[in-house]
């Protein structure tokens, strides 16, 4: 049957408070005023934030409102919200609908349940929100609650950043203020602000709900701890691109026009390496805007795949054996006019505000690879780097043929021609020759140039945008300061821009590598090169509190040495508690559930070895698998012991640090054993008695 479709047009943005209804339902001088606080020029004044206030209200009731909300990115990886009605009681008896200035601006949740890393201690409950007015409000309807969402950052009581926003709004000052400073000395003087902009790809797993309700692990830690391979997974990449199964094809379009509601501008989607993977990707926004998107993204995902029967998964490894999630960052910097500063042109050998972007860049990911390592470092992206389906720890730069050939003329003295991409025919009659880029592109690649902006490909599937967003904004401000104060200084500042250039090619060319990530030889070559290869999250985030990053969030105004150890307490902390959480979940599983199926196999072998030798015939092959079983369930009850001694000799360990290496060194090598031999197992048990979804299922199944 045929559905009648909305235009797309008319659905999106129709629940957000945006720039369209703004004008339409503020007073001109009252818009004028926002706009000059979006963009950074001036403070909003009380009155003119109860206008504001009102106009919102008067929205979100239309809409069929009866709450607003401060949202806001706790240090938990989710968001939050605190819900306050509109209603305010009248002397009569009666209720009117209000909200003021102060309501929207600011807000006061509870701070003492939500991570601080030491900054607040549990007694101390007060904590702040604000709203963030270069972030849309938008109305979100779920189920038959229709609340009024407002962007906010949060902070402590003495004004500590106690969330993900804060940090990425300073580091997007900080980045505007720098990159200003490099603008202006080479000449332009039309451009006001600089921005950094994001469109982040996210990849997720949908499979039946029937199977997620019978697997614990799914349930409360949102990947497979137990699962033997299925006889086919994804060798015959037959999925990526593939059609669309057409529930899948349903769930999309769903998940599309709730998105587009919500002003979320999400365009490509596709079947991803995995069977039972799919990606979505948006168009492009402010760095700030698109990590909002996603996050609502990602919840809205959650929330349609319900509707479908799915469940989303979005876990950076929910299934062994087969293709990870991630989150590809695409990343650049535009100026207010529309200048794209990594836009390289026809000719980006001529463009110096390109190369000296560009480089700067370069720069900064040579200088901070391991703080860039270490914004993605978690329990559940350890299981992606350096597996051959996503970029290795190690972090390295592709800039492609025509702008690695250009670094190379920057080291020897100046850029001084482009390779050209030309024509490609296919030699067919019927198909037009097509316009080929000057360059390939590198998958492999965790920090690739693909054509005006940088892919970060390290990004894990669950991860907020904001801390490794916030980290590459400010590693690039401090570069650009550096060579903002060369050229401020200079008598002649191409002279100064050559030598800045010359300088960086020469000493930061190591970090170029254009080549396969995945092979050994490469892993060789890095080391040759001198650049750090990580792989353990916990020593990845044991490095940012080295000097170098601690001076560099303090001198940028983004994170206080404070805060910065505290996140670092709390990355750890989550560490520990996660790995925690799935040893205490395999442990149930394999004590309730598979050591009984086992056990109960091994009771129908040993009466089928009995009733066979009953009957005078020898039971060979009934003997030889019951003892099979009843080895491997021995080493099973063996493998339970060891991992239950070493999750309780970490879990006793009070220092963060120390208590994540254990679960590191001692817990997870004892889960992986008693995975190892339950997968085992299940490859011999009968399958009606096996108590858990396999993975043919549950990846084929739909």
Request: charged share 25%.
């Amino acid at each position: 049957m045929n559905k009648p479709v909305e235009p797309v047009t008319d659905v999106f943005g129709s629940n957000v408070f945006n720039d369209t209804v703004m004008r339409e339902r503020l007073p001109k001088d009252v818009y004028r005023s926002l706009k000059r606080t979006i963009e950074g020029n001036e403070p909003l004044d009380h009155a003119t934030a109860d206008v504001i206030a009102n106009a919102m209200k008067d929205w979100a009731v239309e809409k069929g409102a009866a709450h607003f909300c401060h949202w806001f990115q706790p240090m938990t990886g989710s968001t939050a919200e605190k819900h306050d009605s509109f209603i305010s009681p009248t002397a009569q008896g009666g209720t009117i609908m209000e909200f003021s200035g102060k309501e929207l601006c600011q807000g006061e949740p509870d701070a003492s349940s939500f991570p601080s890393g030491g900054l607040r201690a549990t007694f101390e409950a007060r904590g702040y929100t604000a709203w963030d007015c270069t972030s849309p409000v938008f109305v979100k309807e779920d189920g038959d609650n229709i609340t009024l969402y407002i962007p906010s950052a949060f902070c402590s009581y003495i004004g500590h950043a106690l969330d993900k926003k804060t940090p990425l709004l300073r580091s997007m000052d900080a980045l505007n203020k720098q990159a200003m400073r490099v603008l202006r000395a080479l000449g332009n003087t039309t451009s006001n602000r600089v921005t950094a902009t994001l469109g982040p790809e996210q990849e997720y797993f949908l499979i039946d709900r029937s199977f997620y309700e019978k697997r614990l692990d799914l349930i409360l830690t949102g990947r497979t701890l137990f699962g033997a391979p299925s006889p086919r997974g994804q060798e015959m990449d037959d999925h990526y691109f593939g059609s669309l199964h057409e529930r899948v094809a349903s769930f999309m379009h769903a998940l599309n026009v709730e998105l587009w509601r919500l002003g979320v501008s999400a365009k490509t989607q596709h079947n991803e390496v995995s069977p039972a993977q799919y990606e979505l990707a948006p168009v492009f926004a402010t760095v700030n805007v698109a990590t909002d998107h996603n996050q609502l993204t990602m919840e809205t995902m959650r929330k349609i795949a319900a509707r479908h029967g799915f469940v989303c998964l979005l876990h950076e490894k929910p299934f062994a054996g087969v293709n990870g999630s991630g989150k590809h960052n695409n990343w650049s910097m535009v100026t207010d006019d529309g200048i794209n500063l990594l836009e390289p042109g026809q000719t980006p050998h001529e463009d110096m505000v390109f190369l000296v972007m560009l480089c700067a860049v370069v720069k900064a990911v040579d200088k901070y690879a391991k703080l860039l390592r270490a914004s993605v470092a978690n329990s559940g992206n350890e299981h992606r780097l350096g597996a051959n389906e996503a970029p290795p720890a190690i972090v390295s730069v592709f800039l492609g043929d025509q702008l690695s050939d250009i670094f190379g003329q920057l080291a020897a003295g100046g850029a001084k021609s482009s390779k050209k991409g030309g024509e490609l025919k296919l030699g067919v009659s019927t198909l037009a020759p097509l316009p080929k880029d000057c360059t390939d592109r590198n998958r492999t690649s965790p920090f690739a140039f693909t054509g005006n902006r940088f892919e970060f490909r390290m990004v894990g599937s669950t991860q907020s945008t904001a801390g490794p967003m916030f980290v590459l904004n400010t590693i690039v401000a401090d570069v650009l300061n550096d060579i903002a104060d060369e050229l401020e200084k200079a008598p002649n500042v191409k002279t100064a821009a050559q030598k800045v250039l010359k300088q960086i090619a020469t000493e930061h060319r190591k970090i170029i590598f254009n080549g396969d990530n995945y092979t050994e030889d490469w892993v060789d070559e890095a080391k040759r090169r001198g650049l750090p290869n990580i792989q353990s999250t916990v020593c990845s985030l044991e490095t940012i509190m080295d000097k170098e990053n601690v001076a560099a969030f303090k001198k940028h105004g983004v994170l206080t040495e404070a805060e910065l150890r505290a996140r670092t307490e709390i990355l750890l902390e989550a560490y520990g508690m996660s790995i925690n959480i799935e040893a205490m979940t395999m442990l149930n599983m394999a004590k309730r559930q598979i050591l009984p199926a086992c056990i109960e196999y091994s009771s129908v072998l040993g009466s089928a070895v009995g009733a066979v030798s009953s009957a005078g015939v020898e039971a060979g092959p009934q003997r030889e698998l019951l003892e099979d079983v009843c080895g491997l369930l021995a080493t099973m009850k063996k493998d339970i012991s060891q991992l239950e001694k070493a999750a309780a000799e970490a879990k006793k360990l009070t220092d963060t640090t120390k208590r994540a290496g254990l679960y590191r060194d001692k817990v997870i090598p004892a889960m992986q054993a008693l995975r190892a031999t339950a997968d085992e197992l299940e490859t011999m048990v009968d399958a009606d008695l096996w108590p858990i979804p396999t993975y043919a299922e549950m990846l084929f199944m739909k």
